[in-house]
C-alpha cells in the first residue's frame, strides 16, 4: 500500500513539474515551448494532460513490461562514421607540397 502510494505520488510530481514548465514556456516564449515540446505538440498533449499521459504509460508497461523488439536494418546499412580517414604518406607528402605552393604564390 505504502509503495503504491509512493508511485502515485511520484507520477503526479513529475507531471506536476514538467507540466508547471511547458504552462510557464508556452506563456512566456512559445517559440522555445514549440521546439522543446514539438512532439507533444505533434500528438496533442497539452500540459495539463501530463498525469494522464504518464499513468497510462506506467500502466501500460506494468501491462507488458516485455522490451519492444528491435527493427532489422537494410541490408547494407552502414551507420555514419566521423573519424577521419588516415592518409598515407604519399598523400601527405602532397599536401605539404601544395601548400608549400600556394604559400609561396602568394609571396
Known amino acids: 500500500q505504502f509503495s503504491q502510494y509512493i508511485k502515485q505520488w511520484y507520477q503526479r510530481r513529475v507531471a506536476i513539474t514538467a507540466g508547471g514548465y511547458m504552462q510557464s514556456l508556452l506563456e512566456e516564449d512559445e517559440e ?3 521546439r522543446q515540446f514539438s512532439q507533444y505538440i505533434k500528438e496533442g498533449i497539452m500540459p495539463d494532460m501530463l498525469e494522464s499521459v504518464y ?3 506506467h500502466a501500460a508497461i506494468r501491462a507488458d513490461p516485455s522490451p519492444a523488439a ?5 541490408d547494407g546499412y552502414k551507420p555514419k562514421s566521423f573519424k577521419k580517414q588516415r592518409m598515407s604518406l604519399q598523400q601527405r607528402k602532397a599536401r605539404v607540397a601544395q601548400k608549400k605552393a600556394a604559400f609561396l604564390a602568394l609571396q
Open 70 to 74: 528491435k527493427k532489422v536494418k537494410k
Open 55 to 57: 499513468s497510462k504509460a
Open 32 to 34: 522555445s515551448y514549440k
